[in-house]
């Protein structure tokens, strides 16, 4: 018998359904693209019209406009999957992209989610279970215990004052901002404790609540991690988001100002242990509040993240390519000691919203001008004509420069507004403009409350 070369072993699939809209759809599809994998867009009604469904490989219609019978209905997208021939699904950001009982379906069904298994983002959902395993692992996390709230009033008044006040209720259910509420002394407790119990229940359909020292005035940073099948994990570097208001982000940067490597270097570490200690697989952040040079974790995001593209310029890793790679099996192609921060990266989100009010505003974009030059990306899916829905959220575009240092990445970004125009919408352009002129901003390490201090004083001058 003549010997045969090694074959290489087949991919677990070369069809990618992408089950999101926007630019995070064109995103991906690029990716795709790249890794030589074909492509099956997805669309409601309101965005039949949307260029990515021409770009993809096949396009369907799933469902009407609003998203609860379209990029929520899973069914939808099975049928979808099975239709094109796709052999894996990636969820993209929000929608399904934290739902647990959707991984499990799509791996029940023999197809790949691009993501982590169902499991890890069941434990990362309830924020007790992943305090649990993150102090665990040995993250630092905020005081308080890593189990629910009892009943008895007194264990509760017990655990407040270990604590020390203030302290803030929070339900296991919730994250990203719902469901909390701060605790000033000890005569408002009992009060705040049923008050954020019955919100929980109503929302999340779980009354489970914890405790945790309520941190005044910290900065929000989280760390990038990818991690393969194979037993490999490596963080990627670490972003401040802390320039947001009512819990939207609004301007991301990497690496956060301030924070000496040697002072973020231990915590990143320590992210990676967790991710083996877990056996997480796929791309995942996590988010930690830092005050006082501190770092205290309190959520796992299970998902690509919006502001991913400012951690890709400054660590130089494709993360949509990466995570794709290790949900088809292989092992991550870079080692810890491959990954550098290079330069400085600050990510815009432009919204369609009323400069005034915030309020989304939907209509045709009648002219489109956007940035380009060195160290100048954009992460849109609109153009001139566009009809921007009110059905989704309102980001229509991503900003994204790098630069070698902080001072010459803000310079690039000013300069990047400056030559992004769009008309016939309203959008934050102008307000994204005014604080790329801030002093305190320029200076660096503004924290999570400076920005809707800002927004206060700007009204009332
Ligand atoms: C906190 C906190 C202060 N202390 N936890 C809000 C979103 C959710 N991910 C957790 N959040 C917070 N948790 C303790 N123990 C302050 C916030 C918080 C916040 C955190 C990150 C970014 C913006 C924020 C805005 C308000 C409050």
């Not at 021939?85 to 379906?105: K, M, Q, R, V, W």
């Not at 489109?368 to 229509?396: E, N, W």
């Amino acid at each position: 018998m003549p010997e045969t070369p090694e074959q290489p072993a087949p991919e677990l699939f070369d069809t990618v359904l992408i089950a999101n809209r926007g630019e995070i759809a064109v995103r991906i599809q690029r990716a795709c693209r790249e890794l030589g994998l074909k492509t099956v867009a997805i669309c409601s009604e309101a965005d039949r019209q949307a260029p990515y469904g021409s770009t993809a490989d096949s396009f369907l219609c799933i469902g009407p406009s609003s998203a609860a019978k379209s990029y929520l209905n899973q069914d939808a997208i099975l049928l979808a999957a099975r239709l094109a021939g796709a052999g894996a699904i990636h969820p993209g950001y929000g929608f399904l992209s934290e739902n647990a009982a959707f991984a499990d379906a799509i791996e029940k069904a023999g197809l790949v989610f691009i993501g982590p298994i169902a499991s890890s983002i069941a434990i990362m959902g309830d924020k007790i279970s992943a305090k649990r395993a993150m102090m665990a692992a040995g993250v630092p996390c905020v005081p308080g215990p890593d189990t629910a709230l009892p009943d008895d009033p007194a264990t509760i008044e017990r655990i407040a004052l270990e604590i020390g006040y203030p302290i803030i209720i929070k339900a296991a259910g919730g994250g990203g901002g719902r469901g909390m509420r701060v605790v000033p002394k000890a005569d408002l407790l009992h009060e705040a404790i049923a008050l954020t119990r019955e919100e929980a229940r109503k929302a999340f359909g779980s009354p489970s609540l914890y405790m945790e020292k309520f941190l005044e005035h910290p900065r929000h940073i989280e760390i990038q991690v990818i991690c393969d099948d194979h037993g490999n994990a490596a963080w990627l570097g670490h972003r401040d988001c802390s320039m947001q208001r009512r819990h939207q982000k609004v301007v991301e940067e990497a690496p956060a100002a301030g924070i000496a490597p040697d002072i973020i270097q231990p915590v990143g570490m320590a992210c990676v242990q967790a991710c083996l200690q877990i056996g997480y697989r796929g791309v995942g952040t996590f988010e930690f509040l830092y005050e006082d040079g501190a770092f205290y974790f309190i959520e796992m995001n299970t998902r690509l993240q919006v502001e991913h593209p400012v951690t890709e310029m400054t660590s130089g890793v494709d993360i949509v390519q990466a995570q794709i790679r290790v949900a088809q099996g292989h092992a991550l192609d870079l080692a810890q000691g491959d990954v550098t921060c290079e330069g400085h990266s600050f990510e815009c989100r432009i919204n369609a919203e009323d400069p005034e009010t915030f309020l989304p505003s939907a209509g045709v974009v009648t002219h489109l001008a956007l940035p380009a030059g060195p160290g100048i990306r954009v992460d849109t899916h609109i153009h001139s004509g566009y009809k921007v829905s009110p059905y989704y959220d309102s980001l229509i575009a991503k900003l994204i420069v790098h630069a070698p240092t902080r001072a010459e990445a803000m310079a690039r970004m000013r300069e990047a507004l400056a030559g992004t125009e769009v008309e016939g919408i309203s959008t934050n352009i102008p307000f994204l403009r005014a604080l790329f002129e801030d002093g305190a901003f320029a200076q660096g390490e503004t924290d999570i409350h400076y920005l809707e201090q800002w927004l206060k004083l700007r009204r009332a001058a």
